[in-house]
């Protein structure tokens, strides 16, 4: 497809967006080119059958991603990307449009390869022995990497990047995502992609593709669907050009595990629960602005209180009417004994595969293919009326639990599902962020989506 033809139809955007389902088996032929230094994907090659639909299709999204400034939405392992070139300022434009993203946010650059990162990053007529990748970062690649970690750079003199990528900071984020598709979309456009997650600002990130087209519908062209996301919180941002080495924002890989990789034992915790206040710019994205904020009022119910609330305690909170979300993670009960209707909120996905780092002997690549087959978990809002002082009130009951890991995967699906509910209000039971994992992820974006946070209803 030509840059003309893709401009053309960006000028006719506002129709409804559409979703490309891709299956990455069906693509072609991956093969890892590495070299013996242990660090993952140094290089590879993706042969692709442009003879199947799939082909086609991420031929198509690969080419509106390369040459139109309408970005293109994408699964990662953690949530959906909105992308664009990372290094043409009317494509990156083009996210904070669609999202109606603030302008002093900055943005992460997706890549496929280690050599691809270095072409970015390289100074000019510097030396080839030289890694521009700071060392302080070759453990936590080697260890993470393909994986849902981002780490700070420097922006080299004479960028590549467009301005608009950095918000008007000296660095970075980088990160390679652990997605065969999204691999595969960024290595057959060829560019590095800028890509906050694809839904509008505030609202809950999408993990999946349905979700992407609930915000943005009309906004955006094409989504790339494929199928749900595994983690479903966004990536750990990480600062090693300080010492200590910091984490800017919790994600999937927790703080304990990162302290694990040499160089990185004395790591801190660099962020805060509430988001910044002020003109101070953000070190990465997520710091500054209020996010993951469905409409209906949420509140939090912090793992330390304990108490499930009552009946009581819930018409209480509504008042003479209305309805309430309640999402239980791990210690909570369902409510009542009401009407249930077991609507399906949607899907999540589930994998039986050895985590990255566990011992596995395959490439990434070959682990990658190998975790393709998904097993989805449908999610259930759950109708139960309640009568209390004689004025019945209905309460959409929710499970995510019980596990940390089922925790993040569904929640902003769970946030997404009850607002299509149409609820006057949320109520999520907390999780101990303590716990280690991604348990401090959850509870970060729990915390900036809440309005009232609670000990006890």
Same mark, same amino acid.
């Given at each position: 497809?030509?840059?003309?033809?893709?401009?053309?139809?960006?000028?006719?955007?506002?129709?409804?967006?559409?979703?490309?389902?891709?299956?990455?088996?069906?693509?072609?032929?991956?093969?890892?080119?590495?070299?013996?230094?242990?660090?993952?994907?140094?290089?590879?090659?993706?042969?692709?059958?442009?003879?199947?639909?799939?082909?086609?299709?991420?031929? /198509? !999204?690969?080419?509106?991603? *390369?040459?139109? $400034?309408? @970005? &293109? #939405?994408? +699964?990662?392992?953690?949530?959906?990307?909105?992308?664009?070139?990372?290094?043409?300022?009317?494509?990156?434009?083009?996210?904070?449009?669609?999202?109606?993203?603030?302008?002093?946010?900055?943005?992460?650059?997706?890549?496929?390869?280690?050599?691809?990162?270095?072409?970015?990053?390289?100074?000019?007529?510097?030396?080839?022995?030289?890694?521009?990748?700071?060392?302080?970062?070759?453990?936590?690649?080697?260890?993470?990497?393909?994986?849902?970690?981002?780490?700070?750079?420097?922006?080299?003199?004479?960028?590549?990047?467009?301005?608009?990528?950095?918000?008007?900071?000296?660095?970075?984020?980088?990160?390679?995502?652990?997605?065969? /598709? !999204?691999?595969?979309?960024? *290595?057959?456009? $060829?560019? @590095? &992609? #800028?890509? +906050?997650?694809?839904?509008?600002?505030?609202?809950?990130?999408?993990?999946?593709?349905?979700?992407?087209?609930?915000?943005?519908?009309?906004?955006?062209?094409?989504?790339?669907?494929?199928?749900?996301?595994?983690?479903?919180?966004?990536?750990?941002?990480?600062?090693?050009?300080?010492?200590?080495?910091?984490?800017?924002?919790?994600?999937?890989?927790?703080?304990?595990?990162?302290?694990?990789?040499?160089?990185?034992?004395?790591?801190?915790?660099?962020?805060?629960?509430?988001?910044?206040?002020?003109?101070?710019?953000?070190?990465?994205?997520?710091?500054?602005?209020?996010?993951?904020?469905?409409?209906?009022?949420?509140?939090?119910?912090? !793992?330390?209180?304990?108490?499930?609330?009552?009946?009581?305690?819930? #018409?209480?909170?509504?008042?003479?009417?209305?309805?309430?979300?309640?999402?239980?993670?791990?210690?909570?009960?369902?409510?009542?004994?009401?009407?249930?209707?077991?609507?399906?909120?949607?899907?999540?996905?589930?994998?039986?595969?050895?985590?990255?780092?566990?011992?596995?002997?395959?490439?990434?690549?070959?682990?990658?293919?190998?975790?393709?087959?998904?097993?989805?978990?449908?999610?259930?809002?759950?109708?139960?009326?309640?009568?209390?002082?004689?004025?019945?009130?209905?309460?959409?009951?929710?499970?995510?639990?019980?596990?940390?890991?089922?925790?993040?995967?569904?929640?902003?699906?769970?946030?997404?599902?009850?607002?299509?509910?149409?609820?006057?209000?949320?109520?999520?039971?907390?999780?101990?962020?303590?716990?280690?994992?991604?348990?401090?992820?959850?509870?970060?974006?729990?915390?900036?989506?809440?309005?009232?946070?609670?000990?006890?209803?």
């Amino acid at each position: 497809m030509g840059s003309d033809h893709i401009t053309a139809a960006a000028m006719a955007i506002g129709t409804r967006t559409q979703i490309l389902p891709i299956d990455p088996t069906k693509l072609g032929h991956f093969s890892d080119r590495s070299t013996e230094s242990g660090m993952p994907l140094e290089d590879w090659d993706l042969t692709l059958d442009g003879t199947t639909q799939d082909g086609k299709d991420l031929q /198509l !999204a690969a080419s509106n991603l *390369k040459h139109s $400034d309408i @970005p &293109v #939405a994408f +699964p990662t392992e953690t949530v959906y990307g909105l992308g664009a070139d990372a290094t043409r300022s009317a494509a990156v434009k083009g996210i904070y449009k669609a999202k109606q993203r603030p302008s002093d946010n900055p943005l992460i650059v997706h890549i496929a390869s280690l050599k691809q990162l270095r072409r970015l990053i390289s100074v000019p007529n510097s030396s080839a022995d030289i890694d521009p990748i700071p060392q302080i970062y070759h453990p936590l690649i080697r260890r993470f990497w393909p994986g849902p970690i981002t780490i700070i750079l420097p922006v080299p003199e004479d960028s590549k990047l467009a301005p608009e990528v950095t918000a008007g900071l000296r660095t970075f984020g980088a990160r390679m995502p652990r997605d065969l /598709l !999204a691999l595969a979309l960024i *290595k057959t456009a $060829d560019v @590095p &992609v #800028a890509a +906050p997650s694809a839904n509008a600002s505030t609202k809950p990130s999408p993990t999946a593709a349905e979700h992407v087209r609930y915000d943005l519908d009309g906004r955006i062209e094409w989504i790339v669907d494929g199928g749900p996301c595994d983690v479903g919180v966004e990536s750990t941002v990480v600062d090693g050009l300080n010492s200590p080495p910091a984490v800017l924002r919790p994600g999937g890989i927790g703080i304990d595990l990162i302290r694990t990789v040499p160089g990185w034992e004395d790591t801190v915790v660099g962020y805060h629960d509430v988001s910044m206040k002020g003109d101070a710019a953000p070190r990465a994205p997520g710091m500054k602005y209020r996010h993951y904020s469905p409409k209906a009022p949420v509140m939090l119910v912090e !793992a330390t209180g304990g108490k499930q609330p009552s009946s009581s305690d819930l #018409a209480r909170r509504l008042g003479s009417s209305g309805s309430v979300g309640l999402v239980r993670t791990k210690r909570w009960k369902r409510m009542g004994d009401g009407a249930a209707k077991g609507e399906v909120a949607g899907e999540v996905a589930s994998l039986e595969s050895t985590p990255k780092g566990a011992g596995t002997s395959a490439s990434p690549l070959e682990a990658m293919l190998q975790e393709t087959s998904r097993h989805k978990k449908q999610l259930h809002a759950e109708e139960v009326i309640i009568g209390h002082g004689g004025k019945p009130f209905t309460v959409w009951d929710m499970c995510i639990g019980p596990d940390t890991a089922s925790v993040a995967r569904g929640l902003f699906s769970a946030l997404r599902e009850l607002d299509r509910k149409d609820v006057d209000a949320i109520i999520v039971e907390g999780i101990d962020d303590e716990e280690g994992d991604i348990a401090a992820a959850v509870m970060n974006r729990l915390r900036k989506a809440a309005e009232v946070k609670l000990e006890q209803l």
